[in-house]
Each structure stands twice: as structure tokens, then as C-alpha cells.
Nanobody
Framework: QVQLVESGGGLVQAGGSLRLSCAASGSIFSINAMGWYRQAPGKERELVARITSGGSTRYADSVKGRFTISRDNAKKTVYLQMNSVRPEDTAVYYC????????????WGQGTQVTVSS
């Protein structure tokens, strides 16, 4: 069983920065691929970024060059550094564990709200 707890969401002005964290417990974190997804009101959940156990990353086109995913295996934590945020980045952001470079795993956090004001 895997438990994921996100933190770091909040209200930020357009052009600003925010860092999300996801702390994992109950699993061998170091071998799991991890990811961040988001869901805006009225829209489907979508990929933001993924990172493998070896550190390979992939990003949605909409966040490339602005967001960075990273992980600290010793702390069992994955991060999402969000720079140059835009109003369209407003969504609930979810942490995901398991899966592969391309696909999401079975475990999800409860989500953290990010709101970008214009």
C-alpha cells in the first residue's frame, strides 16, 4: 500500500513561482516512477510531468521550460517546481506513484489546489 500526501499549493500571481511536494510512505519509493497530474474544473485529468526511478523525465508540452519535476529518494519525496505560472495552470494537482515513463501508476494523492491570478 502506498500513501501520498501533497503540499505546497496555494494562490500565486501570474508570472510567479510555486513548489509542490509529495511525500510517499508505505512503498519502496526509490524504484517507483512518480508523476504529477492536474485537473481543472470541467476538464479531464491530464499529465503534467513524470520521472522514473533513474531520473528520466517527461513533460506536457504546455509546461515544458517552465516546470521541473525532481525527486529525493532519501526523503521519499517528489517535487514540482512551477515557474512563470499562468492562469491556465489553475487546477488541482495530484501526485501519482507507480506506472512507467509513459503511464500512470495506481496510487494517487488527495490533491492540492493551485490558483493563478491574472
Amino acid at each position: 500500500q502506498v500513501q501520498l500526501v501533497e503540499s505546497g499549493g496555494g494562490l500565486v500571481q501570474a508570472g510567479g513561482s510555486l513548489r509542490l511536494s509529495c511525500a510517499a510512505s508505505g512503498s519502496i519509493f526509490s524504484i517507483n516512477a512518480m508523476g504529477w497530474y492536474r485537473q481543472a474544473p470541467g476538464k479531464e485529468r491530464e499529465l503534467v510531468a513524470r520521472i522514473t526511478s533513474g531520473g528520466s523525465t517527461r513533460y506536457a508540452d504546455s509546461v515544458k521550460g517552465r516546470f521541473t519535476i525532481s525527486r529525493d529518494n532519501a526523503k521519499k519525496t517528489v517535487y514540482l517546481q512551477m515557474n512563470s505560472v499562468r492562469p491556465e495552470d489553475t487546477a488541482v494537482y495530484y501526485c501519482n506513484s507507480g506506472g512507467s515513463y509513459y503511464s500512470a501508476g495506481s496510487y494517487w494523492g488527495q490533491g492540492t489546489q493551485v490558483t493563478v491570478s491574472s
